[in-house]
Nanobody, 121 residues
Framework: QVQLVESGGGLVQPGGSLRLSCAASGSIFRISVMGWYRQAPGKQRELVAVIFSGGTTKYADSVKGRFTISRDNAKNTVYLQMNSLKPEDTAVYYC???????????????WGQGTQVTVSS
């Protein structure tokens, strides 16, 4: 059974920083794309950032220059460094990963349980 476990959310003042972590555990053959999504109250879930196994990254325009996604392939872990946080960044942040369980299996989509990020003075 594969699990994605997030940590690092919390309450921070505008202009502050937080670092989210997400570790994948279980019987994993390979992880291709890992990413972060967020969902604010009353809004649809949206892409924040993704990182491919080779290191290529993609960001939402709203977070470019403020957030940095990285991964440690040896630890099956993805990180999201969030700087210059704004109240509009307040949301539940979800980790996502495309994971192959065996060499012959196709990739499957897995989600973490979510971690709350609140930006408020």
């Amino acid at each position: 059974q594969v699990q994605l476990v997030e940590s690092g959310g919390g309450l921070v003042q505008p202009g502050g920083s937080l670092r989210l972590s997400c570790a994948a555990s279980g019987s994993i053959f390979r992880i291709s794309v890992m990413g972060w999504y967020r969902q604010a109250p009353g809004k649809q879930r949206e892409l924040v950032a993704v990182i491919f196994s080779g290191g290529t990254t993609k960001y939402a325009d709203s977070v470019k220059g403020r957030f940095t996604i990285s991964r440690d392939n040896a630890k099956n872990t993805v990180y999201l460094q969030m700087n210059s946080l704004k109240p509009e960044d307040t949301a539940v942040y979800y980790c996502n990963a495309d994971i192959r369980l065996t060499i012959v299996a196709g990739p499957k989509d897995y989600w973490g349980q979510g971690t709350q990020v609140t930006v408020s003075s």
